[in-house]
């Protein structure tokens, strides 16, 4: 009984973390904590304290995808220092007051409000800038995305 209650956990924890980082949350924090309620079950045998370790490392690094994405992402496209600050900085304030939508809109208003304020671009340069950001979210979701499904299939495959 507490086998299957577990296991249960551990896929409702699996799924809400894919779906959290589908829709650009922190999902992997959820799939990090299934991984510890597996570990501990089994006594380490099988998922270890040193894969627990490289997982969490490997959390952090997707944590910080977001923003270097998506200033690389305003980079590319010919943002300033100014554009790609502000690309992160609009996206941190996106996902505190609007969420997804937010989190979306964030980089690319504060991508094209930096680039026209402090590196005095027209608006045609600085839109481009703002729609770099908008690229690097597109990006960042997929990079994280792989990554988290990789880190499920290997952390099931050592289970079975």
Avoid: C, Q
């Avoid at 650009?24 to 309620?37: H, K, M, T, Y």
């Avoid at 006594?43 to 969490?56: A, P, Q, S």
């Avoid at 402090?118 to 997929?142: C, M, P, T, W």
């Amino acid at each position: 009984m507490i086998s299957a209650l577990i296991y249960i956990t551990f896929g409702v924890l699996v799924i809400l973390g894919l779906i959290l980082t589908f829709l650009d949350f922190p999902g992997i924090w959820l799939i990090d904590v299934a991984a510890l309620i597996l570990a501990i079950y089994d006594g380490f045998e099988n998922i270890t304290v040193l894969f627990l370790i490289i997982l969490f490392l490997i959390s952090i690094l997707i944590a910080f995808i977001d923003n270097i994405v998506i200033a690389v992402g305003a980079k590319k496209m010919g943002s300033s220092k100014w554009g790609m600050f502000g690309a992160v900085l609009g996206g941190l304030v996106g996902v505190v007051i609007g969420n997804i939508l937010g989190f979306l809109l964030g980089p690319l208003i504060g991508a094209t409000l930096f680039e026209l304020l402090f590196a005095h671009k027209d608006l045609k340069e600085s839109l481009k800038s703002g729609f770099g950001s908008l690229v690097g979210i597109f990006v960042s979701v997929f990079l994280k995305s792989v990554i988290t499904v990789t880190i499920v299939i290997v952390i099931i495959s050592r289970i079975i």
